[in-house]
């Protein structure tokens, strides 16, 4: 379009001063602009394909000899007559939402276990199951 064409169609108006509303208050621009941001059409899509993206680990499968030292080691630990040494425990969590989980470390000192239910019982109270246990450090942390 050239400019006589502009003139041709708008002359009339186009040199008239811009309109300014005596009634309706002037909009922040930050308010007129979240007029155009866009709009989630399906509820909790954006959760969904976040979760979906979230990475997990998935449990070790562990070897006959790794069982063999895990028994050794918590036997050790819970020796009812020695002295509970410090261990670290690294142990995997299930994921409640998603096949896997995350692996968490613990430190401190164990002060029972329980075979029955197959649970270790930390000194502050924490539990682990002894199925979810896939390594033992003695010593200090």
């Not at 430190?107 to 002894?130: C, N």
Request: glycine letters at 8%; charged letters at 25%; proline letters at 6%.
């Amino acid at each position: 379009m050239n400019t006589g064409d502009v003139m041709r169609d708008y002359g009339d108006i186009i040199n008239l001063p811009h309109h300014v509303s005596a009634v309706h208050p002037h909009m922040p621009a930050a308010d007129r602009a979240a007029q155009f941001a866009p709009f989630a059409a399906l509820t909790g899509y954006g959760d969904v394909i976040k979760e979906t993206a979230r990475q997990t680990d998935m449990k070790p499968e562990l070897s006959e000899d790794t069982k063999e030292m895990l028994n050794y080691k918590l036997r050790l630990v819970c020796d009812p007559s020695g002295e509970r040494p410090d261990v670290t425990i690294t142990y995997f969590v299930p994921d409640e939402k998603k096949a896997g989980g995350a692996y968490h470390n613990v430190s401190g000192k164990v002060r029972r276990a329980d075979s029955d239910s197959g649970v270790i019982i930390m000194e502050g109270g924490m539990q682990i199951r002894t199925a979810y246990i896939v390594d033992i450090c003695l010593g200090n942390f």
